[in-house]
């Protein structure tokens, strides 16, 4: 697969709502180290509403899919990180209106915008032990994957889902990377110095989605 279509990434959609509810305990406790024990159920709460809505959506444009999701996630999340995985499915639409699909140099501008999105919004830079520290890594592997493509053989699928492979490792290596860091950023943050020795729940959602839509690339 060279492209992702619409109905390929509402696909990914469907299985993040199921990875998310499968690992809302595990998110959750993450949550409950650092921050208000709320991370598991947000985000299962915003990938159920995205099922249960994603019919309605145009999957025609892609733009307009990922602005439908971004608008569901919203008002469905909440917490900081409601607004901030909002804003990356928003600024992600902006750059993929009118796409009936996605190949690898739009996606990686689709979650680079998503990122400067988040950055904007959240004033995090990489390190602030936030999602960042696991999109940040994503985006540089997908772009490096555009500079240069992994040979056949590294991982099944094609281009696109090898970059893809590339990107979910690189976001499972930032989010455990937070392990040891402080965080600057969040409610972790009102912890201090205590906030480390923990993995950051927002890192980990994030590495959990892009290893869904890894997953859906390959399938
Ligand atoms: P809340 O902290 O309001 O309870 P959640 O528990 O749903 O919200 O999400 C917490 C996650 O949000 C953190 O683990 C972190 O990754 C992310 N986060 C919080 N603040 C920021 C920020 N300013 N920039 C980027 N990510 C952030
Ligand atoms: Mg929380």
Redesign the pocket.
């Known amino acids: 697969m060279q492209t992702l279509s619409g109905d390929q990434i509402a696909a990914w959609l469907e299985r993040a709502a199921e990875v998310l509810e499968q690992e809302k305990n595990f998110l959750t406790e993450l949550?409950a180290a650092i921050?208000?024990s709320?991370?598991g159920t947000?985000?299962a709460r915003g990938f159920t509403a995205v099922r249960a809505r994603i019919g309605g959506l145009d999957r025609g444009d892609v733009g307009a899919l990922l602005n439908g999701v971004g608008m569901i996630l919203l008002s469905t999340?909440?917490?900081?990180?409601?607004p901030?995985y909002g804003t990356l499915f928003r600024e992600a639409a902006v750059k993929a209106a009118g796409a009936a699909a996605l190949d690898l140099e739009a996606l990686a501008a689709c979650l680079e915008a998503g990122l400067e999105g988040?950055q904007r919004r959240?004033?995090?830079v990489p390190g602030?032990k936030?999602?960042?520290d696991a999109l940040g890594p994503a985006v540089d592997a997908l772009k490096a994957a555009l500079r240069a493509p992994a040979a056949a053989g590294d991982g099944g699928g094609g281009p696109l889902a090898r970059a893809l492979d590339r990107a979910a490792e690189a976001a499972r290596a930032g989010a455990e990377a937070t392990v040891p860091l402080v965080a600057r950023?969040?409610?972790?943050s009102y912890l201090g110095e205590r906030s480390a020795g923990h993995q950051?729940?927002?890192?980990t959602s994030c590495w959990l989605l892009l290893r869904s839509l890894a997953a859906t690339a390959t399938a």
Do not use: C
């Open positions: 949550d921050g208000d709320d991370h947000n985000m999340v909440g917490g900081a990180s409601g901030l988040i959240g004033k995090a602030d936030t999602m960042v950023k969040g409610r972790a950051d729940p927002g890192a």
